[in-house]
């Protein structure tokens, strides 16, 4: 049949790419164009000007998630499912049965392994994620075919690889290197080249992560990969994720609207140019031979000083305080032993460790009658007691699973959370948090933008259909069709 769909998205490119950069929120590509490099062309390609006058481009893709963070947001993006399904709900949860805290990509049975073998016990795996990736589709249907995922968070490097990845790459930044773990290397080795892949000295310590050397790092790392697993260059195709975690390191700090966070811009900028230069290069066919996705896994709030608005209330709220209230409220009213069927909570969401209606009656009054709090969401059993309407119930009901929370505080517009003094979270459903851009280019792809509606999900199932694989395992998303040729 294949003969027959003579579309040049079935011309199917030696390479495909998804870059990922972390909290870049939709309003970067448009809003601050002024700053990047020319656009230049095929053979010498500039950076983000490049990739939106060359691809097909949706400004504003959204990912529906009533929690956005980097666990579930990368997890939307490899998969094209959704929390209640993929299972990332959070980037931690609480475990009901032994009370303690599960990260999303924690794993005690795979150790980390560095250049030298093992350095770390209690590691890192995707085992919480329940649906293939599209990287695992297409080890599936050509195993040939191979697939390598970058990032210094590791989270974001084995949500985007998945299960069946040749090869997950993280920073850790204890031992200042280049690492990934058994799950991927039961014999506990690694090649021989990450020893030379090392980082430059340079980036260990926790101000550079947040810093353009690490995005510069970052991207060195990924030229490495590329050349030493020869991606694109085998006559297979190979799929490759990066994700540039230092955006949001720094956005973290100064808040996305923050004139700081133009010289990672910038960087980022400058080595998206750089590496598409590389790609030019390395690749047979040059960049004709590359499909790039460009998106986020999530935004970010503007910051705003706390409590210096008065016209409209904006500012910080401490999500470690909220969850010490909330014990201190049913502590006064029930006393310390039934209190503690609060096991804890991570992003305004309460966990219990069984129903009991008194305490969730309590629990809901208390936050209802916080000044932040927009409206607040109860679940009995994994069901939401109430209907919640529109996009906001859709966002809840395909962002809820086992392993959310029991009772979740939804915050009123630009009352972000904080983790520290000095901090900005984004964890809501909010524009700012939600919204990110979408952008393909490629012999696939059209160079148009399209204001259509975009979901961050459909990004798996456009890709499996550029590389004619089924889409992952529980992908909802839709195949861009006005974007292919
Ligand atoms: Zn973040």
Redesign the pocket.
């Known amino acids: 049949m294949l003969s027959l769909i003579s579309t040049e998205a079935f011309a199917r490119a030696p390479l495909t790419v998804v870059l990922v950069i972390?909290?870049f929120r939709a309003d970067w590509l448009t809003r601050r164009a002024d700053i990047f490099v020319p656009k230049g062309d095929i053979k010498n390609p500039g950076g983000f000007a490049y990739l939106a006058s060359k691809g097909a481009f949706y400004p504003y893709a959204s990912h529906d998630l009533l929690s956005n963070?980097?666990g579930p947001g990368h997890a939307n993006i490899s998969t094209g499912a959704l929390p209640y399904r993929h299972g990332i709900v959070l980037n931690t949860w609480f475990d009901r049965a032994t009370e303690k805290e599960q990260y999303c990509v924690g794993d005690s049975a795979s150790s980390l392994i560095g250049f030298e073998g093992e350095i770390k016990k209690g590691g890192m795996s995707p085992r919480n994620l329940e649906v293939t990736t599209i990287g695992d589709e297409l080890k599936l249907a050509s195993p040939e075919s191979r697939v390598a995922s970058i990032a210094i968070k590791d989270r974001a490097a084995i949500l985007m690889g998945g299960h069946l990845s040749d090869a997950t790459y993280w920073f850790e930044d204890g031992s200042c290197q280049w690492v990934t773990s058994r799950f991927y290397v039961p014999k506990g080795n690694t090649p021989a080249w990450m020893n030379a892949a090392r980082p430059a000295q340079s980036l260990c310590n926790k101000e550079a992560l947040a810093s353009p050397l690490a995005i510069t790092e970052t991207f060195r790392f990924a030229k490495n990969v590329i050349a030493e697993m020869k991606l694109g260059q085998r006559g297979k195709e190979d799929l490759l994720f990066l994700s540039v975690s230092s955006h949001?390191y720094r956005?973290?700090k100064v808040g996305s609207n923050a004139p700081e966070m133009d010289e990672m811009v910038r960087a980022e900028d400058v080595e998206i140019s750089q590496f598409l230069k590389f790609l030019a290069k390395k690749i047979p066919g040059g960049l004709k031979g590359v499909n790039l996705v460009l998106t986020a896994d999530?935004g970010?709030p503007a910051a705003i000083d706390n409590g210096k608005s008065e016209r409209f209330r904006m500012g910080g709220l401490d999500e470690k305080k909220a969850v010490e209230d909330v014990r201190a409220a049913l502590e006064r009213e029930f006393g310390k032993s039934r209190a503690k069927l609060l096991v804890g909570g991570d992003s305004f969401q309460f966990f219990f460790k069984s129903y009991d209606a008194e305490v969730f009656a309590a629990v809901r009054k208390y936050l209802s009658e916080l000044d932040w709090v927009e409206r607040v969401l109860v679940r009995i059993d994994g069901n939401l007691t109430q209907d919640i309407p529109a996009d906001l119930g859709r966002y809840a009901r395909q962002s809820l699973g086992s392993r959310s929370g029991d009772i979740i505080a939804v915050p009123k517009a630009y009352r972000f959370g904080q983790w520290g003094p000095k901090t900005i979270?984004?964890v809501t459903a909010n524009s700012y948090d939600r919204l990110v851009p979408l952008l393909f280019v490629g012999p696939a792809f059209q160079a148009k933008t399209f204001f259509l509606t975009a979901r961050v999900q459909d990004l798996a199932p456009t890709l499996a259909a550029t590389l004619g694989i089924l889409p992952p395992s529980a992908s909802e998303g839709r195949i861009l069709s006005e974007a292919l040729h």
Do not use: E
């Open positions: 972390d909290q963070m980097t949001d956005g973290h999530h970010g979270d984004h």
